[in-house]
């Protein structure tokens, strides 16, 4: 096969722009929080900064809001704090969203 046509064929084909989206809306699915190290252990991905940037944006695409808990935690007091996901329980309000 010719080089330009391999390439011709590649471009042609529909891109998923989101690879992740699938997997994590399923296993979101029903759930009002999740912690990320969690959501990562869950879709098969290591916990690493660069795979929590890739959910960030996929989380954010499908309505959650970022946040900074203890209570995400087992046992969770003071010192122990895990980041993750929540839906939000009110609508953002527009000027919010405009502002990020």
């Given at each position: 096969?010719?080089?330009?046509?391999?390439?011709?064929?590649?471009?042609?084909?529909?891109?998923d722009?989101?690879?992740?989206?699938?997997?994590?809306?399923?296993?979101?699915?029903?759930?009002?929080?999740?912690?990320?190290?969690?959501?990562?252990?869950?879709?098969?991905?290591?916990?690493?900064?660069?795979?929590?940037?890739?959910?960030?944006?996929t989380?954010?695409?499908?309505?959650?809001?970022?946040?900074?808990?203890?209570?995400?935690?087992?046992?969770?007091?003071?010192?122990?704090?895990?980041?993750?996901?929540?839906?939000?329980?009110?609508?953002?309000?527009?000027?919010?969203?405009?502002?990020?």
């Amino acid at each position: 096969m010719r080089p330009l046509t391999h390439l011709h064929d590649v471009l042609s084909r529909p891109c998923d722009a989101d690879p992740l989206r699938s997997k994590v809306e399923a296993t979101v699915r029903g759930m009002n929080a999740i912690r990320t190290a969690t959501l990562l252990d869950l879709i098969g991905l290591p916990n690493t900064a660069g795979n929590a940037r890739r959910i960030s944006r996929t989380m954010q695409s499908l309505g959650f809001v970022r946040i900074k808990s203890r209570r995400l935690m087992p046992g969770g007091y003071l010192d122990t704090v895990t980041r993750g996901w929540a839906r939000p329980l009110r609508e953002r309000r527009k000027d919010h969203q405009q502002h990020r």
